[in-house]
């Protein structure tokens, strides 16, 4: 199986839309992403990646074999905070823990710190999410502290740890 991240294309909505279409996974993530997760919620969020600004957005399919398994995408700040990126992603239940999360992670960062101004690539997933924690730590992020209470997702109030990666 080779994995890869390279841009989307909306061929790849069906296959979005199954990975999508995960409690377990949206738990792990922001709200307002919608559920269930059909195709054509798909295509829109495809459709907005492809149109997003190429200097503030880098998105990508995480692909097994060329197709897609999961998303990967840095979103640049503003203000003060312009080059600093915020990272998300997910991989398909059925894929997890065979290494992909981590490899998807790299070669974001590998991409960003090549060929952006990005300084800083940060993440910041719920305490509890402990593979996404080991993911962050396996790429070379550091973890700069918890902050308490920093989110209510599911009616519940959860702290967050914030990890960073910075530009040598
Ligand atoms: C987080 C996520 C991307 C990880 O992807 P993945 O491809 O399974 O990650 P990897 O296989 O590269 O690594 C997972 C690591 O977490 C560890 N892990 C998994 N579940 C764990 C748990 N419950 N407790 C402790 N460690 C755990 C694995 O053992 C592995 O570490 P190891 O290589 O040292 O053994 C995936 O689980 C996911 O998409 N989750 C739902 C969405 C999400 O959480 N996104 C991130 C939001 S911040």
Redesign the pocket.
Known sequence: MEIAIRSWRLEDAADLAVALNNK??QD??RDGIPYPYEKSHAEDFIRSMLSADGNKVWAWAITADDRAI?SIGVFRKENIHSRTGEM??????P??????????VRAACKYIFGNTDIIRIF????AH????C??LE?AGFSFEGTMRKNAVKNGEVLDMKLYALVRD
Do not use: M
């Open positions: 377990r996974v792990n993530l999961g998300g992603y997910y991989v398909s239940e894929y997890w823990g065979r290494g992909i999360g981590t490899a998807a993440a910041e997933p719920f999410n402990r593979a996404s080991r993911i396996k």
